[in-house]
């Protein structure tokens, strides 16, 4: 078993630190913020992932798991440093790698024997070299390292069962030193393994999730097709998706995606391309597109209600994608923003999991409100904006919704609902690429 340090415990550091803990290696998670540290140590999630308080306490419980705020603590002990800090995006889209520097600048600082340093930050290519160059230009004592890029596919909401159960781990190394050290850590793993140089590792990371992104935008323009022309998007994407070469994942058109990852990834991605001189425009027009959604999904709004002003409506859904919190690039904030600034519209607003993270972000006011359940959002609603597919949201009892609605008018940025059958309730139904329910003229 391996003796690990995760720096930075972000969504996929403290999933790394758990996961690695629960296959009986032994962690350390350090991180500069303070708080989360005493969280953590407590036993308490700092954002909401299936499963993942339950690995927390068993880490904990087993002592295989513990967490500082002190870089020393943890670099010293542990042979394998994986650096998972944050890398925000800069106006021009690139990554800001500052955090990624300070950590190998730590690394160099307090290490006294042999390290791997692992990159599973998404990172733009070359930066395992950056690692390699900052350690070595300050490692005085000439103790031995290695750097190793090792990106991580899982996603929010699913991400205990995605790093459990991968699709394949990708190793970028450039000794067998480290190579073996990797494999060992992920010995047990039963699927593909696939062994790269580092430059090469890195970018399947970033290409693999541009890919995704451009299938999602891909779609949203066939959804905007298929409106004009009569058609179904859901029916293109099942007919398309029969293919194997081409597979029915990541074909959901609506209003585009958001998060911590795809939207900065798209940039990061296209902005490389741009610095190695390669005329990647392609990835610029996902982007766009991407961008473009809210103006679709603003557009259906007026085309249901007219005029917004002086209206109230229900958001449902603030979180980017179910089963998270986590409303970064979030389609409600972009909405909930040209709502407040473009029109007086007055909101009720309910989510599953993200109320709390979008009341910092926009606190309550005369035209915000945060209620506990669906039906006091639809309550005296003009209309409801569905925005993010929770099971919750699917299982509505919509006879009942209807009852306590003004008009009963959804806009459904996310197509959880058939338009026939919203049609048979009574409700005027605005979809995503599908047929649009309009009854009154
Ligand atoms: C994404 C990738 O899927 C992970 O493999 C990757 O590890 C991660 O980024 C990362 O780089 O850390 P995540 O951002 O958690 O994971 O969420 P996804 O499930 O990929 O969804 C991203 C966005 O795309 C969401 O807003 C979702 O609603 C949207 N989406 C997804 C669609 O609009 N249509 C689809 O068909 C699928």
């Given at each position: 078993m391996s003796e690990v340090c995760v720096i930075g415990v972000g969504h996929v550091g403290l999933i790394t630190a758990v996961c690695l803990a629960k296959l009986g290696h032994s962690v350390i998670g350090v991180d500069k913020n303070a708080e989360r540290i005493d969280q953590l140590r407590r036993g308490q999630c700092p954002f909401y992932e299936p499963g993942l308080e339950d690995l927390l306490d068993e880490g904990l419980q087993r002592g295989r798991l513990s967490f500082s705020q002190r870089l020393s603590d943890?670099?010293?002990?542990?042979?394998?440093?994986?650096?998972?800090?944050?890398?925000?995006?800069?106006?021009?889209?690139?990554?800001?790698?500052?955090?990624?520097e300070e950590a190998a600048r730590a690394v160099a600082q307090h290490m006294t024997g042999y390290k791997l340093i692992v990159e599973k930050s998404t990172v733009p290519v070359k930066t395992?070299?950056?690692?390699?160059?900052?350690?070595?230009?300050?490692?005085?004592?000439?103790?031995?390292?290695?750097?190793?890029?090792?990106?991580?596919?899982?996603?929010?909401?699913?991400?205990?069962?995605?790093?459990?159960?991968?699709?394949?781990?990708?190793?970028?190394?450039?000794?067998?030193?480290?190579?073996?050290?990797?494999?060992?850590?992920?010995?047990?793993?039963?699927?593909?393994?696939?062994?790269?140089?580092?430059?090469?590792?890195?970018?399947?990371?970033?290409?693999?999730?541009?890919?995704?992104?451009?299938?999602?935008?891909?779609?949203?323009?066939?959804?905007?097709?298929?409106?004009?022309?009569?058609?179904?998007?859901?029916?293109?994407?099942?007919?398309?998706?029969?293919?194997?070469?081409?597979?029915?994942?990541?074909?959901?058109?609506?209003v585009g995606y958001g998060g911590s990852c795809f939207p900065k990834d798209v940039k990061a991605f296209a902005a490389l391309a741009e610095e190695l001189g390669v005329d990647f425009g392609l990835l610029r027009e996902v982007d766009r597109i991407n961008e473009g959604r809210i103006e679709r999904l603003m557009a259906k709004l007026r085309e249901a209600l007219w005029v917004l002003n002086g209206k109230q409506i229900g958001i449902l859904g603030l979180a980017f994608k179910p089963d998270t919190d986590d409303i970064r690039e979030a389609p409600s904030a972009r909405l909930i923003e040209r709502l407040l600034r473009e029109t007086d519209v007055r909101m009720k607003l309910y989510d599953v999991k993200a109320m709390s993270a979008m009341r910092e972000l926009y606190p309550p006011d005369e035209r915000l409100a945060y209620v506990d359940s669906p039906y006091e959002a639809a309550r005296d609603a003009e209309a409801i904006v569905i925005l993010t597919e929770w099971d919750e949201f699917k299982k509505l009892d919509l006879v009942k919704l209807k009852s306590v609605m003004r008009t009963p008018i959804i806009v459904d940025g996310?197509?959880?609902?058939?338009?026939?059958?919203?049609?048979?309730?009574?409700?005027?139904?605005y979809c995503m690429g599908r047929k649009n329910i309009r009854n009154h003229f």
């Open positions: 943890g670099i010293v002990g542990s042979e394998i440093i994986f650096i998972c800090v944050g890398t925000p995006a800069v106006a021009d889209g690139r990554a800001d790698m500052s955090q990624v395992s070299q950056w690692i390699k160059r900052t350690i070595g230009l300050l490692n005085r004592r000439g103790v031995e390292f290695d750097v190793a890029s090792n990106p991580e596919f899982l996603r929010e909401g699913s991400a205990i069962h995605d790093f459990m159960h991968p699709d394949r781990i990708v190793i970028g190394v450039e000794s067998e030193r480290a190579k073996q050290l990797m494999l060992r850590l992920y010995e047990g793993f039963d699927c593909p393994i696939l062994v790269t140089d580092i430059s090469t590792a890195e970018i399947i990371k970033h290409a693999s999730n541009s890919f995704l992104a451009l299938k999602i935008s891909y779609i949203n323009m066939i959804a905007d097709l298929c409106e004009r022309a009569g058609a179904d998007v859901r029916m293109v994407a099942e007919g398309m998706g029969y293919d194997a070469r081409i597979g029915r994942a990541f074909l959901d058109a609506g996310r197509n959880i609902f058939e338009p026939d059958h919203m049609q048979e309730l009574g409700f005027e139904y």
